[in-house]
DNA sequence: TATTGTTATACTCTATAACTATA
DNA sequence: TATAGTTATAGAGTATAACAATA
């Protein structure tokens, strides 16, 4: 307990917050304002998070297959499939039948696809580079290279 | 185009995606990992992140309001109704009558719920630790700081 | 037996819009 | 007019379980 009554506005507290001091929180907090402002960049593109990644892995693997993918942004395979139905119907992809296993569609990224996989990257660019302009390029990799060891699951200081 | 055919594992490329270099996408498949073990962790206290985020700012500010709550959490109030639900439902809390406006419900802590908050951030406590056993104070005190600077919308190098 | 694509399904998170009581 | 709590509702996002075809 800090005070009684509660702080006259949220502002006023925020910094006192025993929240404010994990990882998590923090991480969420930040995470929201990222997508956010990612939301707005891809506002004339259309293209949500995980549809812009998507197309991003298979505009630089083409022929890959859905699954792969899957495992690559870390998400169940049945995911996958109204993410492609979307891609396909943008004409930035197409399921095409891959000559050494028949189970698989391969993915092959249009021209189309391409294309806007291009604009969608340098607008992202863009989105990060005004997010983050105040933050040095120093700092931009040691947020990066953090971030990645907390998602590979390692622990020691130096990858 | 990296190469063709798609290559073997999710693995092998995983560091040559450009999406890699993107902090929007490495914020978020940190924070997947992160919630992913928050959970685990808090398996038998049964609370999301939300509630326990309510809970804390509750425990912390007595008698603070349900709006005032999710300003500070940064989501619509109507979002907080079932987690106040919810809350009183474990009797964490009781929603009493502010004396200086009806309109507002107080929340107020349950000597359960006070307890309740102790142990789940006793086990938030222990979850981080094992989480960022690896990573030096230094750096988990530079992480948060990065990471609030991005929830702040501030650019500017130091504070 | 294991994997691919797929469907059905369900659950969580969260926002918007509207309502009422009150300020 | 504005705010607090509330309800209804809807849309993401994402997982699990199952199935047929194929490996």
Known sequence: MKTDPAPR??????????????????????????????????EDEGLSPRAFSALSIIAEYPNISQSEVA???GVDRSGMVAITDDLERRAYLRRTASARDRRVQALMPTAAGQAAHARALRKIGEHEARLFAGF?????????ALLRRIRDGRSEPEG
């Not at 040095?136 to 990066?144: F, R, S, V, Y």
């Open 71 to 73: 495992r690559m942004l």
């Open 136 to 144: 040095t390029p120093d700092e931009q990799a040691t947020l990066i």
């Open 9 to 42: 506005s949220a502002e006023d507290s925020a910094d006192a917050l025993s929240l404010d001091g994990l990882i998590g929180y923090n991480l969420k907090r930040a995470y929201v304002v990222v997508r956010e402002d990612f939301r707005r960049a891809m």
